[in-house]
């Protein structure tokens, strides 16, 4: 008789499942601020997180085989050979280069293969979930620390050239803040839910981050996470809703009463000693962010022709048309100048066809994260949801969304909570 011991599989340690998890979560935020830090120690630009970034991509490519996801298969398989035949349209236009197209396609997707591996991975230990939010979590926390205390004593690079803000040495602004930001959305369902309050203290440093990187999509975010969770407070009871319309109204009511005091003491105590911080705020709501860009690409998408505007000219020969029009002192002769609107961005460069893929599958997931809240009203359904309008939200109107590597840890984690969000749960 064979010893059952002997047959039976070993099972793999939570704690290699852990490592795991960091270096796809929280380590990425580690290499970026070194990969900043080099490029401003030798003056020259640093590859350390596009060789990071493609190491995980490599090991995450033999996961989409060993998983039962058909979609997102067939969305790779297609969105790589569409790819594939669109390069022999490029190529004759008026600037090509296939290995900043394959940089640039492999940015959008890169979150996408990291989804197979991850898939895979919480199969194994559904638990991971709970571990991948609090490295989330600390992922917002590390970037903060470093931004703040860069802030303080005056080193990293400036958000504004001169002006105001800083991001340390990321390199990214708005990809940064889009990671604080949605880390800060994880940060208070991690309050609420599990009444832990040292949460709500990095809720507090990460506020404090974003206001010193001074973009215009990591101020309103915020002002508009706390607006959201302002009304969770106020209905969700751990899990569900479940407290009656009065209570509710009277929470909200003195809730929105301290979040004014709050806004009323920031505005007199810090926006009016940054005179050109208070300026963007105050163009928030007199101007569309970007509008010179807009403007540039939209005359090229439109004066381009038939053929181009179905197929795209590729990212590089789009960006490089819009850096001629685009008046700036910096120059961007070498790789061009996007729009910084994903909307823009993927249309421009890849077309109707492959471009409003990439724009209509998040908002796909934006829609499925919609019903799984009304199917099942949770707090953690109503925390992804939050954090794909934000994500939605910066996408549309400040890019550095859907193609930026930064923000893809946070994305898989959206994207498959949307997807078994009837199979996975952070227990309490």
Same mark, same amino acid.
């Given at each position: 008789?064979?010893?059952?011991?002997?047959?039976?599989?070993?099972?793999?340690?939570?704690?290699?499942?852990?490592?795991?998890?960091?270096?796809?979560?929280?380590?990425?935020?580690?290499?970026?601020?070194?990969?900043?830090?080099?490029?401003?120690?030798?003056?020259?630009?640093?590859?350390?997180?596009?060789?990071?970034?493609?190491?995980?991509?490599?090991?995450?490519?033999?996961?989409?085989?060993?998983?039962?996801?058909?979609?997102?298969?067939?969305?790779?398989?297609?969105?790589?050979?569409?790819?594939?035949?669109?390069?022999?349209?490029?190529?004759?236009?008026?600037?090509?280069?296939?290995?900043?197209?394959?940089?640039?396609?492999?940015?959008?997707?890169?979150?996408?293969?990291?989804?197979?591996?991850?898939?895979?991975?919480?199969?194994?230990? #559904?638990?991971?979930?709970?571990?991948?939010?609090?490295?989330?979590?600390?992922?917002?926390?590390?970037?903060?620390?470093?931004?703040?205390?860069?802030?303080?004593?005056?080193?990293?690079?400036?958000?504004?050239?001169?002006?105001?803000?800083?991001?340390?040495?990321?390199?990214?602004?708005?990809?940064?803040?889009?990671?604080?930001?949605?880390?800060?959305?994880?940060?208070?369902?991690?309050?609420?839910?599990?009444?832990?309050?040292?949460?709500?203290?990095?809720?507090?440093?990460?506020?404090?981050?974003?206001?010193?990187?001074?973009?215009?999509?990591?101020?309103?975010?915020?002002?508009?996470?706390?607006?959201?969770?302002?009304?969770?407070?106020?209905?969700?009871?751990?899990?569900?809703?479940?407290?009656?319309?009065?209570?509710?109204?009277?929470?909200?009511?003195?809730?929105?009463? #301290?979040?004014?005091?709050?806004?009323?003491?920031?505005?007199?105590?810090?926006?009016?000693?940054?005179?050109?911080?208070?300026?963007?705020?105050?163009?928030?709501?007199?101007?569309?962010?970007?509008?010179?860009?807009?403007?540039?690409?939209?005359?090229?998408?439109?004066?381009?022709?038939?053929?181009?505007?179905?197929?795209?000219?590729?990212?590089?020969?789009?960006?490089?048309?819009?850096?001629?029009?685009?008046?700036?002192?910096?120059?961007?002769?070498?790789?061009?100048?996007?729009?910084?609107?994903?909307?823009?961005?993927?249309?421009?460069?890849?077309?109707?066809?492959?471009?409003?893929?990439?724009?209509?599958?998040?908002?796909?997931?934006?829609?499925?994260?919609?019903?799984?809240?009304?199917?099942?009203?949770?707090?953690?359904?109503?925390?992804?949801?939050?954090?794909?309008?934000?994500?939605?939200?910066?996408?549309?109107? #400040?890019?550095?969304?859907?193609?930026?590597?930064?923000?893809? #840890?946070?994305?898989?984690?959206?994207?498959?909570?949307?997807?078994?969000?009837?199979?996975?749960?952070?227990?309490?």
């Amino acid at each position: 008789m064979i010893d059952n011991e002997v047959n039976k599989k070993k099972k793999i340690p939570k704690s290699i499942f852990v490592v795991i998890l960091f270096f796809i979560f929280l380590f990425p935020a580690m290499i970026d601020l070194m990969n900043g830090f080099i490029s401003a120690l030798t003056g020259n630009e640093s590859s350390l997180g596009v060789i990071y970034r493609g190491c995980l991509l490599i090991v995450s490519i033999p996961f989409i085989f060993f998983i039962t996801r058909s979609d997102l298969q067939l969305f790779l398989l297609f969105t790589c050979s569409l790819f594939i035949g669109l390069n022999f349209y490029w190529v004759v236009l008026d600037y090509y280069s296939l290995v900043r197209e394959i940089q640039q396609l492999l940015r959008i997707l890169y979150p996408y293969f990291l989804l197979g591996m991850i898939i895979y991975l919480f199969k194994k230990r #559904a638990e991971l979930l709970q571990t991948a939010l609090s490295f989330l979590s600390y992922n917002g926390l590390f970037s903060s620390l470093a931004i703040v205390f860069s802030f303080l004593f005056g080193f990293g690079y400036e958000t504004y050239e001169g002006i105001f803000g800083s991001t340390s040495f990321f390199k990214a602004q708005n990809d940064i803040s889009l990671v604080i930001l949605l880390s800060n959305v994880i940060n208070l369902y991690l309050y609420i839910s599990y009444k832990n309050k040292k949460k709500l203290v990095l809720f507090g440093i990460n506020f404090l981050a974003l206001l010193m990187i001074g973009t215009r999509a990591g101020i309103l975010g915020t002002v508009l996470t706390l607006i959201f969770f302002l009304i969770a407070f106020a209905t969700f009871s751990k899990k569900e809703i479940k407290r009656s319309l009065i209570k509710r109204g009277l929470i909200i009511s003195s809730s929105l009463l #301290a979040f004014v005091s709050v806004g009323y003491y920031i505005y007199f105590n810090i926006f009016l000693q940054y005179k050109y911080l208070l300026d963007k705020m105050v163009l928030l709501t007199s101007q569309i962010p970007r509008d010179s860009l807009t403007t540039i690409a939209s005359d090229r998408i439109l004066e381009r022709g038939f053929l181009n505007n179905i197929f795209g000219e590729g990212y590089l020969s789009f960006s490089k048309h819009i850096a001629m029009q685009y008046s700036s002192k910096k120059d961007f002769s070498q790789y061009g100048k996007l729009v910084e609107q994903d909307l823009y961005d993927m249309v421009g460069a890849y077309g109707v066809v492959l471009g409003l893929i990439f724009i209509l599958v998040p908002v796909s997931f934006l829609v499925k994260s919609t019903f799984n809240f009304i199917y099942k009203r949770t707090l953690l359904n109503f925390t992804i949801l939050i954090m794909m309008l934000l994500f939605i939200f910066q996408s549309f109107l #400040a890019g550095h969304a859907i193609n930026s590597p930064t923000v893809s #840890a946070v994305v898989i984690i959206m994207y498959f909570q949307i997807l078994y969000h009837k199979e996975f749960y952070v227990t309490n």
